[in-house]
């Protein structure tokens, strides 16, 4: 009797070991393929922050651009609101 409850107890504890190894393996494959994903996500923040780096220059010559746009388009939003009160009567 003792010989075979000592072979289910190695039975039993090989099986733990082996499933213990086998979750193991899977932990390591995702922190693998995390470590995968995540160089591959700072390698393209890194090039979206060198890609826009020259856009602040830029969004000065833009806003003052609009700027200068601005007057001319509200006039023209006036002139619409006109010719909505007369064609609505207003």
Known sequence: MVPVL???SLL????VVLVTAWHLIGIYLALRNGRVHLAALAGGLTQ???????????????NGGLSALAPP????????????AVATGK
Do not use: E, H
């Open 6 to 8: 000592a072979l289910i």
């Open 12 to 15: 039993l504890a090989l099986v």
């Open 48 to 62: 979206i922050r060198d890609d826009t780096a020259p856009l602040t220059a830029k969004l000065g010559t833009v």
């Open 73 to 84: 388009l509200l006039a023209a939003n006036a002139n619409l609101a006109a010719i909505v």
